[in-house]
């Protein structure tokens, strides 16, 4: 197994922070020389994967887009090094991840679609007036260094629950939040069905170098990254999409199609998923929720498809059979290893209670950020082949029916069996539930190589 040095490695790489508020800082570096004295300023404020005995208010971390490091005067040997689609960034992949019609890059917001983001900084706190100060101190840096200025602030929250607290829930009334894998290293409890099938059926954790650069992944190789490795080592490989959710639309599908299907129109929404909106599965708990499951870390995501093989539990096509195939494909799993993303992010904007009248227009939707040690065999792969495309899970050119974009003219296919309450049922003219309203590709270092950039001392040699 392989050792991991916490103090070495960004907290975000490892763990989900677990706050309710967060603002991520969207900055373009000045130069060289102002870029390295900011990042020395904010090196003692980065949050580290070192075990916590008492939870801070607060945390900060840093990425950086490829314009980000070519700004900080990284030597050409070193920016020759990283992965191309890394290099090309998130707008220029967009025909790669059907980025298209209303997510197309000329559509996305101002900051992604006319400018340059260079520094990714993401501060998680348990309030907003911890937000606040953390990043009053972080514009002081800012004014004190002349490094980089602001381009924009995006704010993102837990949705409100109806105690006044804080959900897990996002816009669509789905419980977030299952099915992180568990690799080697991570200090964390292993919960069975986040890692990978052994040949036995028991679930074990995933090799670091699927997540973590510098370490050896499922194929017993050293994931590809930049030179030198100290740069690499511990560093990972970061996907931030801003995912706006049209509300409105979702709700009068299911309104519409939940009157026509006899399981009705809850049962139909968890058929799209694959969960419950409570986040029980289907596969352990078909026909209603179960809270019990929910709350049981080891039942909760301890579940394979092969015993649903024609998917009259959950749909063959449904988004989280699609995302996360565990055993579907065959081989007891072992296609599926390689795939693997750890997903992080919190719903923005303004929540619609079920009750009041949503509207699309509306500015919400989902921060949705993927840590993986390879941006086209991971993320890349999963968002094209199984959520825009559906050939691996025989749906021909199906897509997600959540996440995919259908424009109006999707399908999917909701296989059933001879119980009254849960027949076949085909959803027709399917609209886009999601659109993407930008992002980009960022590399996260580690504490090591954050000094490396920062005192200017990266030697490819």
Known sequence: MAKLNAADIQGFAMRGYTFPVARFVLMGIANAEGGRALLLRILDQV????????????????????????????????????????????????????????????????????????????????????????????????????????????????????????????????????????????????????????ADGKWVPLATGEFLLGYPDEAGEIPAGPVPHLLAKSGTFMVYRKLHQNVATFRHYLDEHGSRYAGGKEKLAAKFVGRWRDGTPLLLSPDKEDPAIVTNPARSTNFTYGEDSGGSRCPIGAHMRRVNPRDAFGFGGALINRRRIMRRGLPYGVYTPPDQPANDADEHGVIFIVLNASISRQFEFVQQQWIQYGNDSHQGSDRDPLMGAHNGQGKFMIQGDTNASNPPYMCTALPSFVETRGGDYFFMPSLTALRLIATNSVDPR
């Open 47 to 198: 949050t580290t994967a070192e075990r916590w005995d008492v939870k801070p208010d607060s945390t900060l971390n840093i990425a950086f887009t490829y314009a980000g490091l070519v700004r900080m005067g990284l030597p050409d040997a070193t920016l020759l090094s990283f992965p191309v689609e890394f290099v090309q960034g998130m707008k220029a992949r967009a025909p790669i991840l059907e980025d298209s019609g209303n997510s197309a890059p000329e559509r996305w917001d101002a900051v992604w679609r006319d400018s340059q983001v260079h520094v990714w900084v993401a501060i998680y706190g348990e309030s907003l007036d911890v937000l606040a100060r953390r990043c009053a101190t972080l514009r002081q840096f800012l004014q004190e260094t002349g490094g980089a200025r602001i381009l924009y602030e995006q704010d993102a929250s837990a949705l409100p629950d109806a105690n006044g607290g804080y959900s897990t829930k996002e816009h669509f009334g789905y419980t977030d939040g299952f099915g992180n894998p568990d690799f080697e290293g991570a200090d964390r409890k292993s919960q069975p069905g986040q890692g990978k099938l052994t």
